[in-house]
């Protein structure tokens, strides 16, 4: 079943964003069952919305992420918010 992931990062910037998701594209396979990935800058930081196949694929994704993060001096935050998708779709997109 597929999932909605809500992660607020108070005090990260698009910088940072952006020199940590330069390092996660030459992951090979990282972002395997991500089926859409936002980020919006807000006030205080950052907010990612991720849609992701299953909540395993999310969480071998978070595995692999967190020590690169942690690596470029991201702190430990709060878990995101999590929940489960009731339908989702892709305009244009056959199915």
Known sequence: ????VHAV?????????DTLNTRLQS??????????HACVA????LEIFDLWESEAQ?????????PIATS????D???PRIAEV??????????
Not at 30 to 35: N, P
Request: proline share 8%; net charge negative; aromatic share 10%.
């Open 77 to 79: 935050g709060p878990m």
């Open 42 to 45: 807000t006030e205080s930081g």
């Open 58 to 66: 999310m969480r071998a994704f978070a595995d692999r992420m967190m």
């Open 86 to 95: 009731h339908n989702h779709w892709v305009p244009g997109a056959g199915g």
């Open 1 to 4: 079943m597929a999932i909605l």
């Open 27 to 36: 992951t090979p396979d990282i972002f395997d069952g991500c089926i859409a």
């Open 72 to 75: 470029l001096g991201w702190p």
């Open 9 to 17: 990062l108070d005090g990260i910037t698009t910088d940072q964003y």
